[in-house]
């Protein structure tokens, strides 16, 4: 059974950074396509960054430049994580975010760690 759990939201100024982190289980997340989306409230949910099994990544225009999605070291504890490092953030980043797969046509979704960028 595949699962995905995200961890690393909270509450913080903007100008701020955080990094979130998606576990995966089930799955081998370097052979697996990756991605992290957001929803706001009262907004759809949209991709943010995206990593293919082949390294290729892609980053919505909105956080181009200040966020980062990488894989664990295949080789440590952390093989089977995701991270998305978001650095200037700001308000409108204020989100929901989820982490999700593909696991043959079918779509896994963790529950989702909320981030608030608030003064």
């Known amino acids: 059974q595949v699962q995905l759990v995200e961890s690393g939201g909270g509450l913080v100024q903007p100008g701020g950074s955080l990094r979130l982190s998606c576990a995966a289980s089930g799955i081998t997340v370097r052979l697996n396509g990756m991605g992290w989306y957001r929803q706001a409230p009262g907004k759809e949910r949209e991709m943010v960054a995206s990593?293919?099994?082949?390294?290729?990544?892609?980053?919505?225009?909105a956080v181009k430049d200040r966020f980062s999605i990488s894989r664990g070291n295949p080789r440590g504890n952390a093989k089977n994580t995701v991270y998305l490092q978001m650095n200037s953030l700001n308000t409108e980043d204020t989100a929901v975010y989820y982490c999700?797969?593909?696991?043959?046509?079918?779509?896994?979704w963790g529950q989702g760690t909320q981030v608030t960028v608030s003064s």
């Open positions: 999700k797969t593909n696991v043959y046509g079918r779509e896994i």
């Open positions: 990593i293919v099994g082949g390294g290729t990544i892609n980053y919505a225009e």
